[in-house]
């Protein structure tokens, strides 16, 4: 078990802070002096004592009971990926024992999960690790993904290339750049309460805390889980793509399968363009698959 205590402290601070006066129905004035709710506003809202508050926020007090935590999300306007972060951070501190010891961010893929990926071939497929490093991928989706940048690194990560690779900015507009940076580091939050005691966890989150876009970001706390959702696409070969992405969770290691099917009749054209030339000679092959350790050239 890999929460830390102040987790539960901190995700409680950060939404008291984030939450304004008038979505509660309290007056806002220009004489305040923190941002948010002031916590006996909040105290008030969720009837607990200043007192009581003040601990769970000051990490003093890691049990609070359920009825609790149920005032708290009701009193702080909670999503539900909110609520759901929630109940997780809490029932790690009730009931550690009884949650396994998550496998670690560089854990080997089923070779099952592999060839699945391979038989979704000429489907463009990837294969997800935990920090959203890319582990393995099929020829359809090197194919599309290439000219976009996505393989790079070793091994390939998602978060890092959106935040450290310039050429991102190139392939959505800036409302979508912003949406998908929000997205992500909630992804990676998220993952925090298994992985945040990882070398490569932490090694990830110290390599983009010099980027300002993700550091304000990153002490906003967001959370978010993954789920299919449509992005949409400056490709250079290609032009603009419209793609669903959609999820498949699978192996033990928090691995899953991201599939990027055409979301309009003209982005599927588009993908079945990029992809002709590059089917018969993915014919002539064994396998699909790609691993960072193992480049087509």
């Not at 009884?98 to 592999?114: I, Q």
Request: aromatic share 6%; proline share 8%; net charge negative.
């Amino acid at each position: 078990m890999t929460t830390d205590e102040g987790d539960l402290a901190a995700f409680l601070r950060s939404r008291r802070e984030q939450l304004k006066p008038e979505q509660v129905g309290l007056s806002s004035s220009a004489r305040r002096r923190t941002p948010g709710l002031r916590r006996e506003e909040l105290a008030t809202l969720a009837g607990l004592s200043v007192e009581y508050l003040e601990r769970l926020e000051q990490g003093r007090d890691t049990n609070p009971s359920v009825a609790v935590l149920a005032a708290l999300a009701e009193a702080l306007r909670l999503s539900d990926d909110d609520k759901r972060h929630l109940a997780m951070l809490a029932m790690k501190r009730h009931s550690a024992a009884l949650f396994p010891a998550p496998r670690p961010v560089s854990d080997e893929p089923r070779p099952t999960v592999l060839a699945l990926l391979d038989r979704l071939d000429p489907t463009p497929a990837c294969l997800l690790g935990p920090i959203y490093n890319v582990v393995a991928w099929n020829k359809a989706w090197e194919t599309v993904s290439r000219p976009l940048g996505t393989p790079d690194g070793e091994p390939p990560n998602f978060i890092r290339h959106h935040f450290l690779n310039p050429a991102t900015h190139r392939l959505f507009d800036d409302d979508d750049w912003a949406a998908t940076a929000d997205e992500v580091v909630g992804w990676l939050r998220s993952a925090q309460q298994d992985w945040g005691s990882d070398d490569e966890f932490r090694a990830l989150v110290d390599d983009l805390s010099a980027v300002p876009e993700f550091a304000e970001r990153w002490a906003a706390h967001p959370v978010a889980y993954r789920r299919p959702g449509v992005k949409r696409l400056f490709h250079p070969d290609a032009g603009i793509l419209h793609v669903t992405l959609e999820v498949l969770l699978v192996g033990e290691a928090g691995h899953w399968l991201q599939l990027w099917l055409p979301h309009d009749e003209k982005t599927e054209h588009a993908i079945d363009a990029l992809l002709s030339p590059s089917r018969e000679a993915g014919n002539r092959s064994s396998s699909s698959v790609v691993t960072p350790g193992h480049r087509r050239e």
